[in-house]
């Protein structure tokens, strides 16, 4: 049974740093590509990052460029995601997913996906 688990999340105050990880039970992990999102309380789910297999393309939403990077560790069936200089309008719930194909960062085109964990930022 595939299992996405997530961890790191927490409260930080504004201007500060959170890494979260993502453990995945996934045969092959390193032919899937691989992705954050979140959902805010009362908004839909939206994209953050993600990272193709070879972990040479990455891409990122707007709002997060050059604050957050995300990175994998084929070795560990580990992704990260490095948080800095966080706003409180980043306080969500934040999922990893895997896919198995790069052509959207929709989240429908994703397979599996972790249960979440909280990331608040007080200001």
């Known amino acids: 049974q595939v299992q996405l688990v997530e961890s790191g999340g927490g409260l930080v105050q504004a201007g500060g740093s959170l890494r979260l990880s993502c453990e995945a039970s996934?045969?092959?992990?390193?032919?899937?590509?691989m992705g954050w999102f979140r959902q805010a309380p009362g908004k839909e789910r939206e994209f953050v990052a993600r990272?193709?297999?070879?972990?040479?393309?990455?891409d990122y939403a707007a709002f997060v460029k050059g604050r957050f990077t995300i990175s994998r560790d084929d070795a560990k069936n580990t992704m990260y995601l490095q948080m800095n200089s966080l706003k409180p309008e980043d306080t969500a719930v934040y999922y990893c997913?895997?896919?198995?194909?790069?052509?959207?960062?929709?989240?429908?085109?994703?397979?599996?996906w972790g249960q979440g964990t909280q990331v608040t930022v007080s200001s």
């Open positions: 990272i193709k297999w070879g972990g040479r393309d990455t």
């Open positions: 997913a895997a896919s198995r194909v790069w052509v959207t960062a929709s989240a429908n085109r994703y397979d599996y």
């Open positions: 996934l045969r092959a992990f390193s032919t899937y590509a």
